[in-house]
């Protein structure tokens, strides 16, 4: 294996070699977690008209200069009616909130500060300013105004908004297809029966599926389970070249007689960019290119090595080939709940819970006792790692780099 590479070396070859994904249409029905392909414009001006932001009444508000004082009411609008009464001296118009202000009025009185007198006489007991409780037209947005930049990532407000100015379907950057492949000739499905002690249920392909919906970023195509023998292994990486964009195969890609991985990459005509990465866990992280420019991820098979490969190296690559502004690690500083040392030789990923201390408020990073990467019950506790870069003892309470593996 040559030089290890530092993580944030790794993670810059990486992400030259991502390239954007085309542009699609969604309806905004499927655009939560999508990133705009293009700035989203006001198609008119927001809001179009002058509003009312109460229910009440429309006025000049000269004229109630001297409460209390009555005016003659001569209609209603509500929100949604093409109804223009004009408000002229001495008079006004019901109105409920939403509604276009009616030619004439310049203010909208509360309906709390009213009375009704009968025979359409309407009673104001306190005055009003001109503009209270009106939202101007085009007071929000102008027409044509950029409302939503690309590479922005849509939720429940920016779906409203995009629905507000017509954007159905939106633009976005269509999502790498993401193939996954787990190797071994020891594991079998997650549903199936271990027959013996050295048969193991395979967690890699469950797991990654899982983080790959999490991060909303890709297409995720489960190819199954494949035995340590270099045909079979060609075979079924050769399908996952053939249709996706992206593929993370798990095992195999260490030093032993059975990593067959490398080869099977070499014989499919893919070109290893890196072999090798200076972290704990996940040392033989490898990362190629497939003959047609796909990116190929091969992670150590222990479920640590595969989360935390995947979303140190893989989840960046993904982010930037679907548009996203920031692609690397969400970095967080953190306190230690407890010491924890690191004495790896290499930077070590420490897998963390995330618990309060006493009264205090701030969460603290609480170390987890791992048995190793192939430490399932430790991952299942994990909100995420501390970056560990110095070969020391780390202090209770000491600040450190924190990875969240969740939004």
């Known amino acids: 294996m040559a030089e290890l590479l530092f993580p ?29 392909a293009q700035p989203i414009r006001a198609d008119r001006d927001i809001p179009p008209a002058d509003r009312s932001t109460m229910d009440g009444y429309a006025v ?18 509500t929100a949604g009616s093409a109804a223009r ?3 002229a001296p001495g008079t006004c118009v019901r109105i409920l909130t939403g509604a276009n202000i009616p030619p004439g009025a310049d203010a909208v009185a509360i309906v709390e ?15 009003v300013r001109p503009g209270e409780n009106v939202l101007p037209r085009a007071s929000i947005a102008r027409k044509g105004q950029i409302l939503l930049d690309k590479g922005t990532r849509l939720d429940a407000p920016q779906i409203a908004l995009c629905a507000v100015v017509g954007a159905d379907p939106v633009p976005v950057i269509r999502r790498p297809r993401v193939g996954v492949v787990c190797t071994g000739e020891e594991l079998v499905d ?15 392909g469950p797991a990654l599926r899982a983080a790959l919906e999490s991060t909303e970023t890709a297409e995720c195509r489960i190819l199954g389970i ?3 023998r270099l045909p079979a292994l060609r075979q079924r990486i050769a399908r996952a070249l053939s249709t996706c964009d992206v593929v993370l195969v798990s095992g195999g890609v260490s030093a032993g007689k059975y990593d067959l991985v490398p080869q099977a990459l070499k014989d499919l005509g893919c070109r290893k960019i890196f072999h090798g990465v200076k972290v704990k866990p996940g040392k033989p992280l490898l990362f190629a290119q497939g003959p047609r420019r796909q990116l190929v991820f091969g992670l150590p098979g222990n479920p640590m090595s595969v989360l935390t490969g995947f979303h140190e190296f893989v989840a960046p690559a993904l982010r930037k080939m679907t548009g996203c502004a920031e692609c690397g690690p969400r970095r967080e500083r953190i306190r230690l709940a407890a010491a924890v040392s690191n004495f790896s030789g290499r930077i070590y990923f420490a897998p963390v819970k995330l618990e309060p201390r006493g009264d205090e408020r701030p969460l603290f990073a609480v170390p987890l006792a791992s048995r ?24 209770a309470d000491e600040w450190v780099e924190y990875h969240p593996w969740s939004r």
């Not at 409460?67 to 609008?77: A, F, H, N």
């Not at 997650?190 to 890699?204: M, T």
């Not at 190793?372 to 202090?395: F, I, K, T, W």
């Open 8 to 36: 944030d070396q790794a993670r810059a070859k990486i992400l030259s070699y991502c390239r954007m994904q085309v542009r699609e249409k969604v309806p905004l029905e499927q655009a939560r977690g999508r990133i705009l």
């Open 60 to 77: 000049r508000a000269e004229d109630l200069g001297s409460v209390p004082c009555e005016l003659k009411l001569i209609g209603e609008v």
């Open 85 to 87: 009464p004009r408000v």
């Open 113 to 127: 500060s009213t009375s009704e007198m009968g025979a359409g006489s309407i009673r104001f007991h306190a005055s």
């Open 190 to 204: 997650g549903s199936a029966k271990p027959v013996a002690a050295h048969i193991q249920r395979d967690a890699n």
């Open 226 to 228: 494949v035995g340590d």
């Open 372 to 395: 190793g990467s192939a430490d399932v019950l430790a991952g299942a506790q994990c909100n995420g790692v501390v970056v560990l870069a110095d070969q020391r003892e780390y202090a």
